[in-house]
């Protein structure tokens, strides 16, 4: 279903068109144009061209979204029409917000990011074991990452764009709720190579401690998050339930209510960002701190940008700064 956005600079306005994106349809993803559509549009707006790091706090005002002019053709995902259902409208709106982003790319490149990777609204339920007849509901807003920017590297597991949520604590869900979080973790070797590397989705794995079930809204699962200016794409997202009988299924980004049994796992694998810039224009001492940390492996550093690590975790591991300037040199010339 194709999102499309066309920014046309004219004066002191700039009008965005979003003619040609999909129809809207029969299912919850259609997004209304006032509160997610609008909303969507003015921040990254104004998130890329009033960048707080450099022009500080200015505070929310008609000043910022009256020069900003949106078109959506009615019946569309984006101006859907009465009574199309709206209620899984967040993670498309995310969409939407990257697609703007992509479109600014080619007038302020240096002020952009690649490609996000999405978050997704996991609502775990179920009956409360020890009384039947109550019922308990957990809301997890799972974080996605950021693509990389001219000069940083992409936030790792974290809301994006228009999203402003928090995690649960771990300790929080496991002391009211019949559920365990056996892992919590950043994703490895899933870092998108740049100049500056995207940033890494996170991994989850919840144990249903009593019958109950989750129903998921996102994005994310085919389309893996764009590289910019030479940096690779990121990686999709997965999600999984093992349920507890050697059988492992995967499940698409959006679902209604599946049910899970008692000792099922729920898995959830977050996407990372895209890559921005030349993965060999990269400081060859950051792709080493990335393999000290575990962000990605020594045969992940030298294939995708031509650095050279020698030595484990064991004995320690050794930058080659010679090697690395030697191999980068054969690379670069083909």
């Known amino acids: ?20 994106t999909a129809k809207q349809l029969d299912k919850p993803i259609n997004m209304p144009f ?6 969507a549009i003015w921040l990254t707006i104004r998130s890329i061209l009033l960048d707080s790091k450099i022009h500080g706090f200015i505070p929310q005002n008609t000043g910022l979204i009256n020069p900003i002019k949106i078109y959506a053709p009615p019946g569309c995902l984006a101006n859907p029409i009465f009574p199309a259902p709206t209620i899984a409208r967040f993670c498309p709106g995310n969409q939407l917000a990257d697609t703007v982003m992509k479109a600014l790319a080619q007038a302020a490149p240096e002020k952009v990011s690649a490609g996000i990777g999405n978050l997704k609204v996991i609502s775990f339920s179920g009956a409360r074991p020890e009384d039947a007849s109550k019922y308990w509901v957990h809301m997890e807003i799972f974080e996605g990452a950021y693509g990389g920017r001219c000069g940083m590297d992409g936030m790792d597991a974290i809301d994006t ?8 604590p771990i300790e929080d869900i496991e ?13 490895e070797n899933a870092a998108a190579a740049g100049q500056w590397r995207g940033g890494l989705g996170s991994v ?16 994310g699962h085919i389309y893996k998050p764009w590289g910019f200016d030479g940096g690779s794409e990121g990686e999709t997202a997965l999600l999984q339930l093992d349920d ?3 059988n492992l299924v995967d499940m698409p980004s959006k679902m209604p209510y599946k049910p899970a049994r008692k000792g099922s796992k729920f898995i959830a694998v977050g996407p990372a960002g895209g890559g921005y810039g030349d993965p060999l224009l990269r400081d060859p001492k950051k792709v080493f701190d990335d393999v000290q940390d575990e962000y990605i492996s020594k045969e992940m550093a030298l294939e995708q940008y031509g650095v050279v ?6 004995e320690g591991f050794s930058l080659d700064e010679e090697q690395t300037k030697q191999n980068r040199e054969k690379l670069r010339n083909g």
């Not at 764009?161 to 649960?168: C, G």
């Not at 989850?204 to 994005?219: I, W």
Request: with cysteine; glycine share 14%; charged share 25%.
């Open 175 to 187: 002391s009211h709720l019949p559920l365990r979080v056996n892992k919590y973790e950043l994703r």
């Open 161 to 168: 764009l228009y999203a402003n949520t928090r995690n649960n």
């Open 244 to 246: 507890g009988a050697g």
């Open 34 to 39: 006032t509160g997610t559509v609008d909303c």
């Open 309 to 314: 690590v020698t030595g484990g975790r064991e």
């Open 1 to 20: 279903l194709p999102l499309c956005v066309t920014l046309r600079v004219k004066g002191d306005e700039m009008e965005v068109d979003l003619t040609g």
């Open 204 to 219: 989850r794995e919840f144990t249903y401690l009593a019958d109950g079930g989750a129903s998921v809204e996102g994005e």
